[in-house]
């Protein structure tokens, strides 16, 4: 209360700003139970009471004895998930969603079985249920939210659940549906548009159609006399094995952005539609700062490039990219890359004040990010990106005016306590230090970028020279030490940013100049000169600085 009345107080007089910025304020409760075990075990038993309501449910032969077994299953499950998955397994998120799509799979399974067996619909008999299983549903939503080896692991226990459910078949049940799997994780490797899905139950269609016609659950089909088939029964039953996962695949398509915003999960094709360039802060930086604007295009081909080559997630990197800079729309022209030919706003200012200055355009941008709800990863690598690294420029030129008061303080026979100290803390940014390999490949493109602009004529042994310093710069700095990145991948990224940055700055020809009145070309030579760009004002930082 007393903190709020002196806040009004200060703003009343001037001494404060009345704008109150948007804080990420996390959740002490969802965070505590995101790691708490009893919400694991919580998330186990409600598996294994779902699990008993479908086994005992129906007319199943010997349902003690197949519950035993799918409580084997889950065992084997368990282990697998915390030996091979352990980030998986210590969020209760992810496991509740691995294991609620599971179950949602095999409640599904169960009721085309019990449909069939009802004999309520005549064209649907009990055999027909192997075929409108959908088997390849668990496995497409866990592939395309959380990779290859999620889709896999569901591919395999849910198969060995399904067969549990349909007591009366054996083999070539478990086959169609593992088989089915796999091939749907095959066809969701890299699903950028959603069509994609579709063209993946396609061919898991196909595939079940032809496990489905060697182990003769279509037919039978006698071909030496075609005539004697029953080829409606035949062409129903083809048209449920490969409609069947075409119509699995479209609701999984449906369900995805749900899923991802129950869970906080962002897939790529998320990526690409946050991708479009017409975005309201895009549009207000390519008007109001058009130099941020462009180096941040480069950022993300720097970034995308660097990410694609380590695994990591490329189209993350580009979109981040994109808005990594966007509070700089707050002050823009306190920017090198935005500033005009005429004045150099930081020259009126302490560097002190300069540094505060540039340092708040992470504030800002997280600010801008929350109001227009953009996705929490974005809102991190604006945290991120420059982690608590050193506004190198104004600390300079503080200890510079520093060392002059000194001097002119021994003139004056000043004491020494009368000349204001330089801490380098007031100089750097407040942090998180990259916390992912994306959120990291962004920090050192940025960086790079930047530096990049204050090459003259530049030559490969520069542009290599440059990235390696400034990579090793960061390195002792300990602004890598809380990401992933390893050596041998901070190398690969170093080659990516030299091999974008030359063609980038690759050089031209000089044309000569042509006369306009007569349009003969003059003979003179003109320098080749790629990184002859506009004057800045002399005093202007460099765009590293920033």
């Given at each position: 209360m007393f903190e709020?009345?002196?806040?009004?107080?200060?703003?009343?007089?001037?001494?404060?700003?009345?704008?109150?910025?948007r804080r990420r304020t996390p959740n002490e409760l969802m965070k505590s139970v995101e790691y708490a075990p009893y919400a694991k075990w919580l998330i186990f038993a409600l598996f294994v009471a779902g699990l008993a309501?479908?086994?005992?449910?129906?007319?199943?032969?010997?349902?003690?004895?197949?519950?035993?077994?799918?409580?084997?299953?889950?065992?084997?499950?368990i282990a697998q998930l915390w030996i091979n998955q352990p980030k998986t397994f210590s969020r209760s998120s992810r496991l509740l969603l691995v294991f609620s799509v599971m179950f949602v799979q095999l409640a599904a399974t169960k009721l085309i079985l019990m449909l069939c067996q009802s004999g309520t619909f005549l064209l649907l008999k009990p055999a027909a249920a192997v075929l409108l299983a959908p088997y390849a549903f668990a496995p497409l939503v866990l592939s395309v939210l959380l990779g290859r080896n999620h889709g896999l692991y569901a591919a395999i226990f849910v198969s060995l659940w399904t067969r549990v459910l349909f007591a009366d078949f054996d083999g070539p049940l478990l086959a169609c549906a593992i088989v089915s799997g796999f091939t749907a994780v095959y066809l969701t490797l890299q699903v950028r548009r959603r069509s994609r899905l579709i063209r993946a139950g396609l061919g898991v269609g196909i595939t079940l159609w032809l496990l489905s016609f060697a182990f003769g659950m279509i037919g039978p089909i006698d071909l030496f006399s075609p005539g004697a088939n029953d080829w409606p029964m035949i062409s129903l039953q083809s048209a449920l094995a490969i409609g069947n996962p075409i119509l699995t695949a479209t609701l999984v398509g449906g369900l995805l952005p749900v899923l991802e915003h129950l869970f906080r999960i962002t897939t790529d094709i998320s990526w690409l539609e946050a991708s479009d360039l017409n975005h309201p802060?895009?549009?207000?930086?390519?008007?109001e700062a058009p130099g941020t604007y462009h180096h941040s295009l480069v950022v993300a081909n720097l970034a995308e490039s660097a990410g694609e080559a380590i695994g990591a997630n490329g189209t993350l990197c580009r979109v981040c990219s994109y808005f990594h800079d966007v509070g700089k729309l707050v002050k823009p022209d306190y920017f090198t890359e935005n500033m005009n030919f005429e004045r150099n706003p930081h020259d009126d200012l302490a560097p002190t004040m300069s540094a505060l200055i540039i340092i708040a355009h992470v504030k800002e941008g997280v600010d801008l990010a929350m109001k227009h709800n953009l996705n929490h990863l974005i809102t991190d690598v604006i945290q991120e990106h420059h982690g608590t690294s050193l506004v190198y420029y104004f600390y300079k030129r503080a200890l510079q005016q520093q060392?002059?008061?000194r001097a002119g303080g021994k003139i004056m026979n000043m004491r020494e306590g009368d000349v204001p100290e330089v801490s380098q803390e007031s100089f750097r940014?407040?942090?998180?230090?990259?916390?992912?390999?994306?959120?990291?490949?962004?920090?050192?493109?940025?960086?790079?970028?930047?530096?990049?602009?204050?090459?003259?004529?530049?030559?490969?042994?520069?542009?290599?020279?440059?990235?390696?310093?400034?990579?090793?710069?960061?390195?002792?700095?300990s602004q890598l030490d809380e990401c992933e990145l390893t050596l041998a991948e901070l190398k690969i990224i170093a080659e990516r940013f030299r091999f974008t940055l030359m063609t980038m700055l690759h050089t031209r020809i000089a044309y000569p100049k042509q006369d306009t009145k007569t349009g003969i070309l003059r003979g003179e030579t003109l320098r080749?000169?790629?990184?002859?760009?506009?004057?800045?004002?002399?005093?202007?930082?460099?765009?590293?600085?920033?």
């Open positions: 709020f009345l002196k806040r009004n107080e200060l703003v009343k007089r001037g001494m404060a700003s009345g704008k109150t910025r309501l479908l086994i005992f449910s129906g007319r199943q032969p010997e349902p003690t004895k197949n519950f035993v077994v799918g409580l084997l299953f889950l065992g084997a499950a802060l895009l549009r207000r930086m390519t008007i060392d002059d008061a940014y407040r942090g998180p230090k990259p916390q992912t390999k994306e959120s990291a490949i962004i920090s050192l493109a940025d960086m790079v970028e930047s530096a990049s602009r204050s090459l003259e004529k530049p030559t490969p042994q520069k542009i290599e020279q440059l990235v390696n310093d400034l990579i090793a710069q960061r390195i002792a700095d080749p000169d790629v990184m002859a760009a506009s004057k800045k004002p002399a005093s202007a930082p460099p765009v590293s600085a920033a």
